[in-house]
Structures are given as structure tokens and as C-alpha cells.
């Protein structure tokens, strides 16, 4: 499988653990973003990364989320000490910066559920 | 700022009938438009892109968009809905070399 993989794909914790997610983006991708979706919306973008480098993190909803890309290849996002609101799906998706292929391909998503 | 509106959030169509789901944006330059789809409990599926020519592009699944620039417009359409198209549709604006901005999503009911 040549896709976005994202693990595991159900997470269930509970209130204030702390918990990290794993994207493997396409082999030859040099961009890779974090989105969070909930219910009946759409995507929300938190972060990306280009290489191993986080060109915007802003968006991330607070300082108990954060991201990493140590090498350029597979992401992780954590979130500590999680609330019952964190409950989405988180979405990984992967492109190529450069070129015509300028489209983003999602990995099937993380759903978080706080309890 | 950017952003992208889905003036319609549920569309239904009857099976065989022409479709179309409606996306406006406001971005700052020339942007990059697209059209993803989503199944239940699955991620999003790229459906086509407009990154610059002709106005009319065409993607996956005999689902083709029309860029119209003065109305700031990129709707989705396809000439026969089948009942296998129902799902939730997202529009996504990316602004040159920046992150993707996408709207709140359209659900399509295309009816037997």
C-alpha cells in the first residue's frame, strides 16, 4: 500500500492522558499536514510540516498539542492531558511541494473518542 | 483571509439527473481549487483540481468543476448522479504554496 497510513486508527482514553498519534505519508512526499475533523465539518487545519521542518504552527488549538517530523519521513501528533473536546478525527494527509502534483492525499484519520 | 464557503449543506439529487454542489472562495492571488469526497468513517479522496487553464476541469468518477474567476466559483457537477455518489463533498482553496483551507462540506442524497 502506497497510501497515507495513519495509526491506530480508534483511540479511546481517558480525560487527561496523554496520547500520539503516527502518520506515514506517501515515500516520495516532502509536505505533510495535520487536520482535525469534527462532526459534521470540515477539516481543520493544525499544522505541517515540509521535510522536517514545521512551516506554520499556529494553528495548533493549544499548547497541550504539538508535532514532530524528526526526519522527513513518518509525523507523530500528541496531545496531553486530554479533554472530553479533543474528541475528533485527526487527519494526516501528504504532497509533493513543487511541480504540477499539488494535491494532498488524506490517510483514512485517527478517531479520538475522550471519555 | 482565506476561506471557502458551501453555501448548501445537503444537496439531493435523483438518481440520473444532473448534479451540481456549490463552492465560492476568498483567497488573496491566484489560487489552487479542489474537490475531495468523503465516505462515512473513511479520510478524504482528491476528486479533481483547477490549477490554471481551461475553465472546465475534469476528475475521478465522470465528476468534472467549472472555475469561474469573476464569481469566485468552482462548483462541482456531474451529468448523471448515481446512487453510489452519495457522500460529503468538501471544496479546498490552497493559496500558493500554503496549507489547505477547506469548506464545511456538502452532503449529497442522490435518491433511487
Known amino acids: 500500500d502506497t497510501g497515507v497510513s495513519q495509526n491506530p486508527r480508534h483511540k479511546i482514553t481517558k480525560r487527561g492522558q496523554n496520547v500520539t498519534f503516527r502518520c506515514d505519508p506517501i515515500?516520495?512526499?516532502?509536505?505533510l499536514y495535520w487536520y482535525r475533523q469534527t462532526l459534521g465539518q470540515g477539516p481543520e487545519f493544525l499544522t505541517y510540516?515540509?521535510?522536517?521542518?514545521?512551516?506554520?504552527k499556529s494553528r495548533l488549538l493549544s499548547d497541550r498539542f504539538s508535532a514532530e517530523r524528526p526526519k522527513g519521513s513518518f509525523s507523530t501528533l500528541e496531545i496531553q492531558r486530554t479533554e472530553q473536546g479533543d474528541s475528533a478525527m485527526y487527519l494526516c494527509?501528504?504532497?509533493?511541494?513543487?511541480?504540477?502534483?499539488?494535491?494532498?492525499?488524506f490517510g483514512q484519520g485517527t478517531r479520538l473518542t475522550v471519555v | 483571509a482565506q476561506s471557502v464557503a458551501q453555501p448548501e449543506d445537503q444537496v439531493n439529487v435523483a438518481e440520473g439527473n444532473p448534479l451540481t454542489v456549490k463552492c465560492t472562495y476568498s483567497v488573496s492571488g491566484n489560487p489552487y481549487l479542489f474537490w475531495y469526497v468523503q465516505y462515512p468513517n473513511r479520510g478524504l479522496q482528491f476528486l479533481l483540481k483547477y490549477i490554471t487553464g481551461d475553465n472546465l476541469v475534469k476528475g475521478s468518477y465522470g465528476f468534472e468543476a467549472e472555475f469561474n474567476k469573476s464569481q469566485t466559483s468552482f462548483h462541482l457537477k456531474k451529468p448523471s448522479a448515481l446512487v453510489s455518489d452519495s457522500a460529503l463533498y468538501f471544496c479546498a482553496v490552497r493559496p500558493f504554496g500554503n496549507q489547505f483551507y477547506f469548506g464545511t462540506g456538502t452532503s449529497l442524497t442522490v435518491i433511487p
Open positions: 510540516f515540509q521535510n522536517e521542518a514545521q512551516l506554520e
Open positions: 515515500s516520495e512526499h516532502n509536505r
Open positions: 494527509a501528504s504532497s509533493f511541494q513543487g511541480g504540477a502534483n499539488t494535491e494532498a492525499f
